[in-house]
Structure formats: C-alpha cells, structure tokens
C-alpha cells in the first residue's frame, strides 16, 4: 500500500473516530457499533469501502439523505441490477449514486481535464454473496495519483473527509 493511500486511510479512520467521539447518545453509539472502519475493497486498486448496517435500498435512501442535509449536489443513482434484469442477466443488488459539489470538483477538472471522467463523485452500495452490504468509492488520494495532480491536496483531503462522512451517515 503506498503512502497516499495509508494517509487517506489515516484521514477516513480519524473521520471515524471524530464521529464516534461526537456521538453522546448509548443507543446510536451502538448501532455505530456494527460498522466497520473504511478499509481497502479486496481486489479493487483505488477502492474504498466500508460495511452497512442497514439493506442497499435503506443504505442508498441513507447517503441520499446525507448528501442532501450537508447541501451537496445529487445527480443520480443507478440500479445496476435493474440495469443486468433488463438485459437478462443476473447481478446482486447493486446501485452507483453520483453526487458533487461542483465548486470543489471542477478545482480537479482545472488541474487535468481528464478527472472529468471520475467526477461527479461515485459511490457504490453493493451486497456481497454474504448478505452483507457495503459503500465504495474511489479514493481520492489514489485520483490524485492518477491524475498526476499535485496542486490540490487540501482539496482532495477535504473531499475525502466528505465521503467518508457521507458512508458513515449512510452506514450506520
């Protein structure tokens, strides 16, 4: 693991930690209890996740609600199994959502026109063969590097936090 991806992870599990800490309330400090930090998705370079407590239509009702109480912009969510359905194929349940705040997005696009193909943000709400239930998205230390931009740290740490906030809002 490189060192901008340990340090995104460090960020997510601070954000996670800051949450936690803020959190007075025994009975929301327990339902916290069952997610589970930011981590790595396996077999995913760039990939973020972190498990839900709740089904993917309550998780994706969940960030939905998240994204609009701290004012970002929604653009759409996407039911990739409908999607499979449509075409007679079988995929578990799976919805990508997309949202940003363009005044802090099209900073990226500023740096290299081509972020333009990862923004607006993508989250993923996926269940696994287990049941469990899981957001993912990319990690923006790891689009950074991709990118080849080196002129916006601060802005990729704060949208970081951002995301990490909005899985968590959407997690527990």
Do not use: C
Not at 2 to 30: D, G, I, M, W, Y
Not at 142 to 167: E, H, P
């Amino acid at each position: 693991m490189n060192k901008s991806v340990r340090v995104v992870l460090l960020v997510l599990a601070f954000a996670a930690a800051l949450v936690l800490a803020l959190t007075k309330s025994p009975a929301v400090a327990q339902s916290l209890s069952t997610v589970t930090s930011p981590s790595p998705a396996p077999l995913a370079e760039g990939v973020v996740r972190l498990r839900s407590a709740h089904s993917v239509p309550m998780t994706v009702q969940r960030l939905k609600a998240a994204i609009k109480a701290n004012g970002i912009r929604f653009f759409d969510a996407i039911d990739q199994q409908a999607l499979a359905r449509s075409a007679k194929l079988k995929i578990g349940q799976s919805t990508l959502v997309l949202f940003g705040n363009p005044p802090l997005g099209v900073q990226f696009l500023q740096s290299n026109r081509y972020a333009g193909l990862d923004w607006p943000v993508r989250m993923l709400v996926t269940e696994e063969a287990d049941g469990s239930v899981w957001l993912a998205w990319t990690d923006f230390a790891w689009l950074a590097n991709r990118y080849a931009i080196k002129d916006k740290d601060a802005q990729f740490k704060m949208a970081a936090a951002v995301a990490a906030s909005l899985a968590e809002a959407a997690a527990k």
